[in-house]
């Protein structure tokens, strides 16, 4: 290639970090590498565009801009717009859901800082699918046409549409129920923006909806970024290339998706770094130490891409569920503060003052670039100004600056081998290389290593992806990953891609528990070099959009203060006295809910949700009340209903709760005071499945009253918890807080356990029927009889399948005596002891050694997970993790079926259910659920004892090893 062609041919990549913004120059060849010609770095300006061209026009100094074939621009700008509640807009959101998902309405759990300057009203209209892709209600165009204008008239010009489970239908299929109203909302509403949903997350419908809100508040000022960005580019650089952003995921997207989707640039600043430094040290898996002005970020780096973090992010105290890197943290960079008396370091830095006030420029801040200056690893400023400085306080500097960084590598690998860790960012010349670090096997700092954002960002990939959940009875899960796999290369062309060069970089296949038709869900991510000749600027953005600059009521004065999103949560104790229930507040429901998720064993469903619908109910004005088993006995005649929620937990995070439980509890109601016989039933048109085993009435609606209402007294009637286990220990507190109810501190397991037959009363005897499941929509079955608790399991579980994968249940009633002789007490407090332990650890000790001592847990492992394997048998999520020791000596083994059953150490079985064996998180002691497991994550893995009734011969039977198909006997709890 000539030098002429070579110069035809070049890239511009682009950082714009807080402190700086760099830019390199780099010429990439056709296999993928390249060379990187130039590079600057500037002071990152307030307006950033003026920043971008000091550095663009330093490296493209003496070079034909036309030779420029693209710009590729990676920035934190949104992110910070967010987190610093600058220039955003309100949005309006309408949600397909029929009659589902509506007692979490839009916006809720957001901080309410944020949530005052973006809430545009919420809209409930028919739509949304099934697990199975059916539709829950078919889009009604009056119910649009009715919102739009409600919207138009509050002065909202931003609007999201969200649908239950579009994640699942691409929003290419035109026919797909959010592209429908999108373009309802285009017809009805021109030039007003919208996105939807399924463009923007994945299952999760709080979490997508949130991110897509977030995406919407942030387009009017993503329209003007873009718009100040073309003029300086062809104004300013006279450059008619087109120019691209960096995106999450260690991609590239162009200006029109850009203001589409500002969203996906929220982590493109470590995701630079993380390609920069494969390109410059040409390794593929290792880890990335970028080393800024403040913050040091570590990452894992796998076949060239960062790991990503878990499904759920939080941005600015808003749970999301788009593609982010894992990154760890901490505050160490080339201008942090050193102090001498006694020896410390950051969290204080000049930052972009380094120049003035560092020693070695003649400022009076000791920093940590004086302390390499002083040992001879870089040149910078005068070493003159330094020679007050003792050799002895720069050595230890260096030495506690190695151990910090030697901790977070420790902390972030995935094995215990050593590791290969490139060093990169301005400040990587802190580090003497010279000296080994732990637990590593190589230490690179590349050419051009201060620069790794802007040389990351230069060569940035594209990407395609596709996701569906698919019947394994219909194909087999090769051919179904192998035809997902083809489509997630073809979407990858499509954004410019090249086809034989497109690598599978994410493949999740996850079985959906609870659900027929052997479901399961596969999402696959492909990445390839941008084809040089592919211009993938789109028509979404016009320029008349782009000079529009009042997209939306925005607050460009406010700001988010970092105690708007503080978790002050107090050390207390359950208020019981001997006459007045236990009144909630906010922070009692927050530490149930972390202790509830520590019983649930991997299982129970998100404690997460229910949390967010607990403190929905609090703040929408509704008392929650726990009472005493023995208050409870007072009176004589009283009765208490259990309730849950039963169905896939993966169904459940989509398909939010509409008072299915209320429902539940107020059909068993008038179905027990009218007490109909299966005749009537059958003469009244509803249908009567009878078997050997049982008989069910398949839907009861018809018959029941319309505007049926549970009015049950307090001093009657009592709610109890069917498992303390997840969202089903908070799921009683919120349907009886509507019903004027109170809870027990009782509940029927323990623990979380994965079917109805393991309900302890069932175990002692209880008669198994009537029992009651109800379904967002209306349909009500009753079990009329049920020869055993396992039928009335077997036959729920087909019924729930039916009623879209999830339904509440109301067993029969109990009195004060069954209560009392079957139901486990104290177990409210005991979820509350736990989260308190957790939440309020005592300063001496962490979380998970708070966690041990007042809970009297035992320590089985700790490490990261070296391997998950799951399976989808009998309708249940099954399967084994490995946790190794971050020593690589011990290997913790644990089974799981939905819930955690049995652990193992080196081979040696040491806890078995129903021992409640949970995982948490290493640090945080925060429970983890066995969806949410993952490669990588470093855990805890503890043990808590089995209330005592559930250890009896006759309990062993139905709730040990043995009862769930393994052929081990019971270990017993040992601290």
Not at 662 to 688: C, I, T
Request: charged residues 25%.
């Amino acid at each position: 290639m000539s030098s002429r062609e070579k110069q035809r041919r070049l890239v511009i990549g682009v950082d714009v970090g807080g402190t700086n913004t760099d830019a390199a120059l780099v010429h990439p060849s056709t296999d993928g590498r390249g060379d990187v010609l130039r590079c600057h770095k500037v002071p990152t300006s307030p307006d950033v565009s003026s920043g971008v061209l000091a550095a663009i026009r330093a490296v493209l100094e003496g070079v034909d801009h036309q030779s420029v074939i693209r710009v590729n621009i990676g920035t934190t700008f949104f992110l910070n717009s967010i987190l610093e509640r600058r220039n955003l807009s309100r949005v309006a959101v309408i949600r397909l859901c029929g009659k589902a998902s509506r007692s979490l309405p839009p916006f809720t759990g957001m901080p309410e800082a944020l949530r005052s300057e973006i809430d545009g009203g919420q809209y409930f209209v028919d739509g949304g699918y099934l697990f199975n892709g059916s539709e829950i209600a078919s889009i009604d165009r009056d119910q649009i046409s009715n919102a739009c204008s409600n919207i138009k008239s509050r002065g909202i010009n931003q609007i999201v549409v969200s649908g239950i489970f579009s994640s699942l239908k691409p929003n290419e299929d035109r026919e797909s129920q959010e592209s429908i109203v999108g373009d309802l909302i285009k017809e009805l509403l021109p030039g007003f923006s919208v996105t939807l949903s399924n463009t923007v997350g994945h299952l999760g419908l709080v979490e997508r909806e949130n991110a897509s809100i977030l995406n919407e508040c942030l387009k009017p000022l993503a329209r003007k970024y873009v718009s100040n960005l073309r003029q300086v580019f062809s104004e300013e650089l006279s450059l008619k290339c087109p120019f691209y952003f960096t995106s999450n995921d260690g991609t590239v997207i162009d200006a029109g998706k850009l203001a589409a989707m500002p969203v996906l640039t929220f982590s493109s600043g470590p995701t630079n770094s993380m390609r920069g430094a494969c390109f410059l040290s040409g390794v593929k898996n290792g880890l990335v130490v970028d080393i800024g002005g403040t913050t040091t970020d570590v990452g894992v780096l796998i076949s060239g891409f960062g790991r990503p973090a878990s499904t759920r992010v939080q941005i600015g105290g808003v749970q999301t569920n788009f593609q982010m890197p894992d990154v760890f943290s901490f505050p160490l960079g080339g201008g942090s503060v050193v102090k001498t008396n006694p020896l410390s370091i950051g969290p204080e830095s000049v930052g972009f003052r380094i120049k003035e006030a560092s020693m070695c420029f003649g400022g009076s801040s000791l920093t940590t670039s004086d302390l390499a200056v002083k040992a001879g690893l870089f040149n910078l400023g005068d070493p003159e100004e330094l020679k007050i400085l003792d050799s002895a306080i720069a050595r230890d500097g260096l030495r506690t600056i190695r151990s910090r960084i030697e901790e977070a590598i420790d902390r972030v690998k995935v094995a215990s081998d050593d590791v290969e860790v490139i060093l990169v960012g301005g400040g990587a010349v802190i580090v003497d290389t010279s000296q080994p670090l732990a637990g590593v096997s190589k230490v690179l700092r590349p050419e051009k290593c201060e620069v790794a954002n802007a040389v990351g960002a230069a060569f940035s990939q594209v990407s395609g992806s596709h996701q569906e959940i698919v019947s394994l009875d219909s194909e087999s899960q090769e051919s179904a990953v192998s035809r997902i796999v083809g489509l997630a290369k073809e979407d990858c062309v499509k954004n410019g891609g090249i086809l034989d060069r497109a690598e599978i970089v994410e493949k999740v296949t996850v079985p959906l528990p609870y659900t027929s038709g052997n479901l399961m869900r596969v999402k696959v991510r492909v990445v390839s070099d941008l084809n040089p000749e592919a211009d993938l600027r789109s028509d979404e953005i016009q320029e008349s959009d782009l000079i529009n600059e009042d997209g939306g009521s925005s607050n460009p004065d406010s700001k988010l203060k970092p105690e708007d999103y503080a978790n002050n949560v107090k050390e207390v104790s359950p208020k019981f006295s001997d006459f007045l229930d236990w009144i909630l507040t906010e922070e009692d429901v927050e530490k149930i809910a972390v202790g509830a998720g520590v019983l649930g064993c991997g299982g129970g469903g998100s404690p997460n949700l229910g949390l967010l619908h607990a403190k929905q109910t609090l703040n929408s004005g509704h008392q929650m009340r726990i009472r005493s088993v023995e208050r409870f006995s007072e009176n004589p005649d009283a009765l208490a209903l259990s309730v849950a929620f039963m169905g896939a937990p993966s169904v459940i995070y989509e398909q939010l709760f509409s008072n299915e439980t209320q429902a539940a509890v107020a059909a068993l109601q008038e179905y027990l005071s009218r007490n109909p016989d299966k005749s009537y039933l059958k003469q009244q048109g509803v249908k009567v499945t009878e078997t050997e085993s049982h008989i069910v009435a398949e839907d009861l609606s018809s018959i029941l009253s319309n505007d049926r209402k549970a009015e049950p007294k307090d001093e009657d009637f009592a709610m109890c918890c069917l498992e303390i286990g997840g969202l089903n220990s908070l799921e009683p507190l919120i349907a009886a807080a509507k019903l004027g109810l109170s809870v027990l501190d009782c509940d029927g397991m323990g623990r979380a356990f994965p079917e109805l037959q393991m309900f302890h009363p069932f175990i002692q005897g209880l008669q198994p029927y009537p029992a009651v499941l109800a379904s967002f929509d209306g349909r009500v079955a009753v079990a009329m009889k049920s020869k055993t608790p396992k039928d009335l399991e077997d036959v729920f579980r087909r019924v729930v399948v039916e009623m879209g994968g999830a339904a509440a249940v109301s067993l029969a009633p109990m009195t004060v005596e069954e209560v009392g002789r079957s139901m486990l007490d104290k177990s409210y407090t005991r979820c509350f002891e736990i989260g308190d332990a957790i939440l309020n650890p005592p300063k001496d000790l962490t979380p998970v050694e708070s966690l041990l001592r007042k809970s009297r847990a035992k320590l089985l492992a700790t490490g990261k997970i070296s391997d998950v394997v799951r399976s989808l048998e009998g309708g249940f999520n099954r399967g084994h993790f490995i946790v190794t020791s971050l020593e690589g000596e011990k290997r913790c083994r644990v089974d799981f079926q939905n819930e955690n059953l049995l652990a193992s150490l080196d081979d040696q079985l040491v806890a078995t259910t129903p021992t409640l064996i949970s995982v948490v998180d290493s640090e945080t002691a925060l429970p983890v659920m066995t969806e949410e497991l993952r490669y990588g994550l470093r855990v805890c893995v503890v043990a808590l004892e089995a209330p005592s009734q559930l250890l009896t011969e006759e309990a062993l039977k139905v709730v040990g090893p043995r009862a769930f198909g393994y052929p081990n006997d019971f270990v017993p709890f040992c601290l």
